[in-house]
């Protein structure tokens, strides 16, 4: 992501996918409302785009039973009042429900995220990572699971036809904790300090649930681009 541009004979045709680089924690509710955005403002697009979710981790420090609720979590993790926190969260849960998601905080369990990262980069070598991220944030946000324990995520990704006993073993054996790392590396390397974050075509950056336009407007202005023979250096 650079504002430098080059011209270069190899770069990608408008008949290559886009490729949508997406930084987002499971727990993070305006990362749910921005996947169904993006998700309507690429149904607008008429090309390809191809996704990829990267790892990143709003409350690292977060036990994985966390001994509370939802709410106390906010209330002690960002100083705000009961009053306060209640608010945030029916506003959240108002703007959820208009992309079609009804969020239920009463069930939420807060937890560490870690071990989740760590299975949708299981699900991502084994082709089936959009599947696991939206069963993953159902999982969290709708359905009251857990999702900060092995066996609870070896659950959800059975659902979704991976294999437990191996999801298991790679879960015991933190087989993508590098890659986790590696991930959020990355968005610090960009300068990302909250998700989520829309990287389109290595070139543009979005940050937040935006409207569905604001990623319209990139896709079609990346093709712009490729017509034109332009590309990030």
Not at 40 to 54: I, L, M, P, W
Not at 99 to 117: A, C, E, K, R
Not at 118 to 137: F, N, P, S, T, V
Request: net charge negative; proline share 4%.
């Amino acid at each position: 992501m650079t504002d430098t541009t080059t011209t270069d004979i190899s770069a990608p045709t408008n008949s290559d996918p886009i490729k949508v680089d997406i930084w987002s924690d499971v727990q993070c509710p305006w990362c749910y409302i921005g996947k169904r955005k993006f998700e309507a403002g690429a149904a607008q697009f008429d090309g390809a785009v191809e996704v990829e979710y990267h790892s990143f981790e709003l409350s690292p420090d977060t036990p994985v039973d966390f001994d509370g609720t939802p709410s106390e979590y906010l209330s002690q993790a960002k100083g705000m009042t009961p009053a306060q926190v209640a608010e945030m969260l029916e506003r959240v849960t108002g703007i959820a429900e208009s992309v079609g998601l009804h969020y239920d905080y009463d069930s939420i369990h807060q937890t560490n995220t870690v071990i989740s990262h760590e299975l949708l980069h299981y699900a991502k070598a084994h082709g089936r990572q959009l599947d696991m991220k939206e069963r993953l944030l159902k999982a969290y946000f709708i359905d009251g699971r857990h999702v900060g324990r092995i066996e609870d995520l070896a659950d959800l990704a059975e659902e979704i036809g991976l294999d437990r006993a191996d999801v298991v073993r790679s879960l015991t054996a933190h087989e993508y904790l590098a890659a986790v790392k590696a991930d959020v590396a990355q968005a610090g390397a960009y300068g990302i300090q909250g998700v989520p974050f829309f990287v389109i075509d290595g070139r543009y950056g979005i940050s937040g649930a935006q409207d569905p336009t604001a990623f319209t407007q990139a896709l079609d202005q990346v093709r712009a681009d490729r017509s034109d023979g332009v590309t990030s250096a």
